[in-house]
T-cell receptor
């Protein structure tokens, strides 16, 4: 089935630095979502994107829906220690009205 | 408002046994989906139910089944457990089945270990 390519797989940064991660697919997606998952917990929704070119912010987080509808990126500005976790992109593929397809995740470590 | 709740939180089963996992969606949400997350991977879609009907099924064997009740809660059943079924099972609820409302909210998951 469809796979989402998420990169980088992991990042180790210093507190205060900005972070960028992205997700690409081989087919068109109608919706992109970004989640954060802490160990032993379920994913928490950060941002939802519905239109190509859409740029949406949630505090220090900014995400964009790519113009081609085959990619999305997430930026985190001025990182803090509580940003540590695994970030997942997820998408709803055109023609599939019932499931989300997830990337493999980006593990973010923030050094205080 | 309470979020998505799942029970039990942890479960240990033996190969060949059967297991039932339970999920209560956010109040007002009519759609429930189930995902399997193995260590180091993103969640994989198993089922979606909306208004008590199965609306989609992922690439999982028939040993996996689910249902949704009139109060929109849901159960996931797995028969003839295999070692490979060990995973975190996530339930997600969504306000409706309409395409425009794709925000899915996840519960904390049930950690299933098969020995």
């Amino acid at each position: 089935g469809q796979q989402l390519n998420q990169s980088p797989q992991s990042m180790f940064i210093q507190e205060g630095e900005d972070v960028s991660m992205n997700c690409t697919s081989s087919s068109i997606f109608n919706t992109w979502l970004w989640y954060k998952q802490d160990p032993g917990e379920g994913p928490v929704l950060l941002i939802a994107l519905y239109k190509a070119g859409e740029l949406t912010s949630n505090g220090r987080l900014t995400a964009q829906f790519g113009i081609t509808r085959k990619d999305s990126f997430l930026n985190i500005s001025a990182s803090i220690p509580s940003d540590v976790g695994i970030y997942f992109c997820a998408g709803q593929e055109g023609g599939s009205n019932y499931k989300l397809t997830f990337g493999k995740g980006t593990l973010l470590t923030v050094n205080p | 408002d309470a979020g998505v709740t799942q029970s039990p939180t942890h479960l240990i089963k033996t190969r060949g046994q059967q297991v039932t996992l339970r999920c209560s969606p956010i109040s007002g949400h009519k759609s429930v989906s189930w995902y399997q997350q193995v260590l180091g991977q993103g969640p994989q879609f198993i089922f979606q139910y909306y208004e008590k009907e199965e609306r989609g099924r992922g690439n999982f064997p028939d040993r996996f089944s689910a249902r949704q009740f009139p109060n929109y809660s849901s159960e996931l059943n797995v028969n003839a457990l295999l070692l490979g079924d060990s995973a975190l099972y996530l339930c997600a609820s969504r306000q409706s089945g309409r395409a425009l409302y794709w925000e899915q909210y996840f519960g904390p998951g049930t950690r299933l270990t098969v020995t």
